[in-house]
């Protein structure tokens, strides 16, 4: 081989596996990205049951139920709709009534958002970066401090 | 006083910096002996002062002096000892200190053990690891000033973050920054050759041990951290792919392909501009790391606060270290020679291929951990990139790369012989197969990736074995001589064979746990049993303790088996007095290489407990296989080639290189 051939070896060999990465990380962006939204943007964009997606805002004080095998139920509101939410599995250390919280899931016909994991905050000062932002677009939110540890269940 | 004693020698430090950055290079220039010869007294000298500052923090911790705001914010005077010296970089002006620390280390360690090293090249690498101590020591003394103090002095302190009050966090950051900061080193050389304009098969022989110092301990704070998260976080998880865990992964996997792309260049003086490239990624990719964790750009454990005025500063130093880097490898670059032709069935070729995918792997976790950041900048929108992205990304670059991985070692450099070689690993193929043929009969109906995977990971395994065979002889020739020839092998061959046999062990663990866990989740009362697999827990009720700076309640579970008491488990959650915070302590219970993990949930107000038990089948691999990998790049670094230092290049070629 000459060297030129041999260049064009390598240059072919790195389209390839590049051309591969690139069409790996198109396919993968179309397919297992999470939106966030607030419960306004759920009650404004109409999202159809099934859709995964992250609900986030601050669980309504007064609204949390225990039910039997660690099923739970309680509402997420950003102060201007509210979202009932269903959970199965332990919660979060911190999880608390009227402080920040971040729920994966979907939307079951019912209206209720199914919850496969809740993320709550860790500490005190803490409040997921999306709620904060999604409160703050709500009018209800105090600036402050809002970065610390975040805590993660999973059922 | 010991507060404004560490803020005075920061201060000198920086100065010092300020001066090793610049003489040298000027000496280096005029090829002036004098000047080039600051570079290594400097670099001592401003170590020391960084320590004599770091020590003065320590100080100020272990004397509770809470009229400092840092210790302040960050202790309490009934914190453990041990969590009050972690406690010093367990938030972000501290940790900032830490990595200064450990880059004037590294700059330090150059000067004394560098004699070996050409004056020019020499001076060079010390005044640009000085250069980013300037810009580092500004941004401390600038923004994150940890020596700040309080007018009126505070009786007690707001203490640590509760999970960070961990023995994983004693060791895992330090490990971890030496591992990121190491990487300077190779940067700072790659630049220091760039602005000489002259590179050669010694330059990589400089610079492969301390990248592979750097990997190790990289490899080692990565594997501490998830660790860490795995018994901490309380469900079980060993690797989120958070875009903090993505910051250090990404300057590993460049870190990895750099050692592997070095080895051509040292052995077959090719590839030099792609080292040289890689070089400067692999610590670009440790100071995106740094600003995406400590700019507050992203929410986790590791943003202690977020200070808009920091993350701007970090931006400007990663736009002009990396900007000015690449700028500079643009220019320069060019002028480098190309040398050392080889086929592409070869052993260079193998390792091409090796750094074409890795890169690739790390492309993609690149775009996955910033492309949220982008968009939500660019549009608003929120979304989270997770898990499935990556699986569905880097998993699939990562298995060609596997596949591959036995060939390399075995194959000749310049031109290889495949069926030569693909015949002499059928021994590690037929392994793997009859691996895979077992778990295919045993968990008939699974998936069909699960034998494929564990078949894979026997394949590297094997491969690595087969490869220390054909070095020594084991099964051609007599025992003897084969012993013989083992002890006379490359420590660096026992090196490449143990890491790679330590990524099998890791892919194996990785293949045990995702695919055969098998969870709990269950309210308990006292007196009740849950099992698991074969294993009984039986809940034999709680008690409460007090702690120095918390309040325990632990649960008592009993573990049998059929016939046999195995032991106890006894999982708790504290709750921190200071800051009114909960943590959950999970229990585990080690079974060869398996675990049984158990962690407590809620408390009903009927007097039961949540919980969530875990079977992690092979777990321990994950871990282990690192290690493994840890020894084999500590067993290359001890290889005699790379201590008694490169050889003088013959007289002539010295001379800067003309381009082709």
Same mark, same amino acid.
């Given at each position: 081989?000459?060297?030129?051939?041999?260049?064009?070896?390598l240059?072919?060999?790195?389209? @390839?596996?590049?051309?591969l990465? +690139?069409?790996? +990380?198109?396919?993968?962006?179309?397919?297992?990205?999470?939106?966030?939204?607030?419960?306004?943007?759920v009650?404004?964009?109409?999202? *159809?049951?099934? /859709?995964?997606?992250?609900? @986030?805002?601050?669980?309504?004080d007064?609204?949390?139920?225990? @039910?039997?095998?660690?099923?739970v139920?309680?509402? +997420? /509101?950003? @102060?201007?709709? /509210?979202?009932?939410?269903?959970?199965?599995?332990?919660? *979060?250390?911190?999880?608390?009534?009227?402080?920040?919280?971040?729920?994966?899931?979907?939307?079951d016909?019912?209206?209720?958002?199914?919850?496969?994991?809740?993320?709550?905050?860790?500490?005190? /000062?803490?409040? *997921?970066?999306?709620?904060?932002?999604?409160?703050?677009?709500?009018?209800?939110w105090?600036?402050?401090?809002?970065?610390?540890?975040?805590?993660?269940?999973?059922? | 006083m010991?507060?404004?004693?560490?803020?005075?020698?920061?201060?000198?430090a920086?100065?010092?910096?300020?001066?090793?950055?610049?003489?040298?290079?000027?000496?280096a220039?005029?090829?002036? !002996?004098?000047?080039?010869?600051?570079?290594?007294?400097?670099?001592?000298?401003?170590?020391?002062?960084?320590?004599?500052a770091f020590?003065?923090?320590?100080?100020?911790?272990?004397?509770?002096?809470?009229?400092?705001?840092?210790?302040?914010?960050?202790?309490?005077?009934?914190?453990?000892?041990?969590?009050?010296?972690?406690?010093?970089?367990?938030?972000?002006e501290?940790?900032?200190?830490?990595?200064?620390?450990?880059?004037?280390?590294f700059?330090?360690?150059?000067?004394?053990?560098?004699?070996?090293?050409?004056?020019?090249?020499?001076?060079?690498?010390?005044?640009?690891?000085?250069?980013?101590?300037?810009?580092?020591?500004?941004?401390?003394?600038?923004?994150?000033?940890?020596f700040?103090?309080?007018?009126?002095?505070?009786?007690?302190?707001?203490?640590?973050n509760p999970?960070l009050?961990?023995?994983?966090?004693?060791?895992?950051? =330090?490990?971890?920054?030496?591992?990121?900061?190491?990487?300077?080193?190779?940067?700072?050389?790659?630049?220091?050759?760039?602005?000489?304009?002259?590179?050669?098969?010694?330059?990589?022989?400089?610079?492969?041990?301390?990248t592979l110092?750097?990997?190790i301990?990289?490899?080692?704070?990565?594997?501490?951290?998830?660790?860490?998260?795995?018994?901490?976080?309380?469900?079980?998880?060993?690797?989120?792919?958070?875009?903090?865990?993505?910051?250090?992964?990404?300057?590993?996997?460049?870190?990895?392909?750099?050692?592997?792309?070095?080895?051509?260049?040292?052995?077959r003086?090719?590839?030099?501009?792609?080292t040289?490239?890689?070089?400067?990624?692999a610590?670009?990719?440790?100071?995106?790391?740094t600003?995406l964790?400590?700019?507050?750009?992203?929410?986790?454990?590791?943003?202690?606060?977020t200070?808009?005025?920091r993350?701007?500063?970090?931006l400007a130093?990663?736009v002009?270290?990396?900007?000015?880097?690449?700028?500079?490898f643009?220019?320069?670059?060019?002028?480098?020679?190309?040398?050392?032709?080889?086929?592409?069935?070869?052993?260079?070729?193998?390792?091409?291929?090796?750094?074409?995918f890795?890169?690739?792997a790390?492309?993609?976790?690149?775009?996955?951990?910033?492309?949220?950041?982008?968009l939500?900048?660019?549009?608003?929108?929120?979304?989270?990139?997770?898990?499935?992205?990556?699986?569905?990304?880097f998993?699939?670059?990562f298995?060609?790369?596997?596949?591959?991985?036995?060939?390399?070692?075995?194959?000749?450099?310049?031109?290889?012989?495949l069926?030569?070689?693909?015949?002499?690993?059928?021994?590690?193929?037929?392994?793997?197969?009859?691996g895979?043929?077992v778990?295919?009969?045993?968990?008939?109906?699974?998936?069909?990736?699960?034998?494929?995977?564990?078949?894979?990971?026997?394949?590297?395994?094997?491969?690595?074995?087969?490869?220390?065979?054909?070095?020594t002889?084991?099964?051609?020739?007599?025992?003897?001589?084969?012993?013989?020839?083992a002890?006379?092998?490359?420590?660096?061959?026992?090196?490449?064979?143990?890491?790679?046999?330590?990524?099998?062990?890791m892919?194996l663990?990785?293949?045990?746990?995702?695919?055969?866990?098998?969870?709990?989740?269950?309210?308990?009362?006292?007196?009740?049993?849950?099992?698991?697999r074969?294993?009984e827990l039986?809940?034999?009720?709680?008690?409460?303790?007090?702690?120095?700076?918390?309040?325990?309640?632990?649960?008592?579970?009993?573990?049998?088996? =059929?016939?046999?008491?195995?032991?106890?488990?006894?999982?708790?959650?504290?709750?921190?007095?200071?800051?009114?915070?909960?943590?959950?302590?999970?229990a585990?219970?080690?079974?060869?290489?398996?675990?049984?993990?158990?962690?407590?949930?809620?408390?009903?107000?009927?007097?039961?407990?949540?919980?969530?038990?875990?079977?992690?089948?092979?777990?321990?691999?994950?871990?282990?296989? &690192?290690?493994?990998?840890?020894?084999?790049?500590?067993?290359?670094?001890?290889?005699?080639?790379?201590?008694?230092?490169? =050889?003088? !290049? &013959?007289?002539?070629k &010295?001379?800067?290189?003309?381009?082709?």
């Open positions: 081989m000459t060297r030129r051939q041999r260049r064009l070896v240059i072919g060999a790195a389209l @390839g596996v590049l051309g990465a +690139v069409a790996l +990380v198109l396919s993968a962006l179309k397919g297992s990205i999470v939106f966030f939204n607030s419960p306004t943007d009650a404004e964009k109409q999202i *159809p049951a099934g /859709t995964r997606f992250r609900l @986030g805002g601050l669980v309504k007064g609204s949390l139920i225990r @039910g039997e095998n660690l099923l139920r309680f509402e +997420v /509101t950003d @102060g201007k709709s /509210t979202i009932a939410v269903a959970y199965q599995g332990l919660l *979060p250390d911190l999880f608390r009534e009227g402080q920040g919280v971040v729920a994966e899931g979907a939307i016909p019912s209206g209720t958002f199914k919850a496969d994991s809740v993320l709550a905050k860790h500490d005190e /000062t803490y409040m *997921p970066k999306e709620v904060a932002d999604a409160l703050k677009k709500q009018g209800h105090k600036d402050g401090d809002n970065n610390a540890p975040k805590g993660r269940a999973q059922p | 010991i507060a404004e004693l560490g803020h005075y020698a920061l201060v000198l920086l100065v010092l910096a300020v001066v090793q950055a610049c003489v040298p290079l000027i000496g220039r005029r090829n002036d !002996p004098v000047l080039m010869g600051v570079a290594g007294p400097t670099a001592v000298a401003q170590f020391g002062f960084v320590a004599l020590g003065a923090l320590v100080a100020c911790y272990l004397r509770s002096d809470f009229s400092v705001v840092n210790v302040f914010e960050n202790s309490h005077s009934l914190k453990p000892l041990i969590y009050k010296i972690t406690g010093v970089w367990g938030n972000h501290g940790s900032m200190l830490l990595w200064l620390l450990i880059l004037s280390l700059g330090a360690l150059v000067a004394a053990f560098g004699g070996n090293l050409p004056a020019r090249l020499k001076a060079n690498v010390l005044a640009v690891q000085s250069a980013i101590a300037v810009a580092f020591g500004l941004f401390i003394l600038l923004t994150s000033n940890p700040l103090r309080i007018a009126q002095a505070p009786l007690e302190g707001r203490d640590l999970l009050q961990d023995p994983g966090l004693v060791i895992h950051p =330090p490990l971890l920054y030496v591992g990121y900061v190491g990487l300077s080193i190779s940067f700072s050389f790659a630049i220091a050759a760039l602005i000489d304009g002259r590179i050669d098969a010694a330059w990589a022989r400089w610079v492969r041990p301390w110092l750097a990997w301990f990289l490899t080692l704070g990565i594997a501490m951290g998830s660790y860490w998260a795995y018994y901490t976080l309380g469900w079980g998880g060993w690797w989120f792919w958070d875009p903090v865990e993505n910051a250090s992964l990404m300057p590993w996997i460049a870190a990895t392909a750099l050692l592997h792309s070095a080895v051509v260049m040292e052995k003086n090719a590839l030099k501009i792609w040289i490239l890689l070089a400067i990624l610590f670009s990719l440790s100071l995106i790391g600003f964790v400590r700019s507050g750009v992203l929410t986790s454990v590791h943003a202690f606060a200070d808009p005025t993350g701007v500063f970090i130093i990663l002009l270290f990396i900007g000015g880097a690449l700028a500079l643009a220019w320069r670059a060019p002028l480098l020679k190309q040398g050392g032709l080889f086929a592409p069935l070869s052993r260079e070729g193998a390792l091409v291929l090796n750094n074409l890795l890169m690739s790390c492309a993609t976790v690149f775009v996955g951990t910033l492309y949220p950041l982008a939500e900048a660019l549009t608003g929108e929120k979304i989270s990139v997770g898990a499935p992205f990556f699986n569905a990304t998993g699939p670059l298995v060609p790369l596997l596949l591959v991985l036995p060939f390399g070692p075995l194959m000749a450099w310049k031109r290889g012989d069926p030569g070689v693909a015949q002499r690993l059928t021994g590690a193929a037929a392994i793997a197969l009859t895979a043929a778990i295919f009969a045993v968990e008939a109906g699974g998936p069909i990736l699960v034998p494929f995977a564990f078949a894979l990971a026997l394949f590297v395994m094997a491969g690595a074995v087969t490869d220390l065979i054909e070095r002889g084991l099964l051609r020739m007599p025992l003897r001589t084969a012993l013989a020839r002890a006379g092998l490359p420590r660096s061959a026992w090196g490449t064979a143990f890491a790679h046999f330590g990524l099998g062990v892919l663990g990785i293949v045990g746990e995702t695919q055969w866990s098998v969870e709990r989740i269950a309210e308990i009362k006292p007196g009740q049993t849950m099992t698991i074969r294993y039986q809940f034999d009720g709680v008690t409460n303790r007090q702690g120095p700076n918390y309040q325990e309640v632990i649960g008592h579970f009993t573990v049998r088996r =059929p016939g046999e008491t195995l032991g106890v488990l006894e999982p708790s959650k504290r709750t921190f007095t200071s800051r009114g915070t909960v943590r959950t302590e999970a585990l219970m080690t079974r060869g290489f398996s675990q049984l993990y158990l962690s407590l949930g809620d408390t009903s107000s009927d007097g039961s407990f949540g919980v969530r038990l875990y079977y992690k089948p092979l777990v321990l691999l994950i871990w282990l296989g &690192a290690l493994v990998m840890v020894v084999g790049g500590a067993l290359s670094l001890s290889d005699r080639r790379l201590r008694v230092g490169a =050889p003088v !290049p &013959a007289k002539g &010295a001379a800067m290189q003309p381009a082709e």
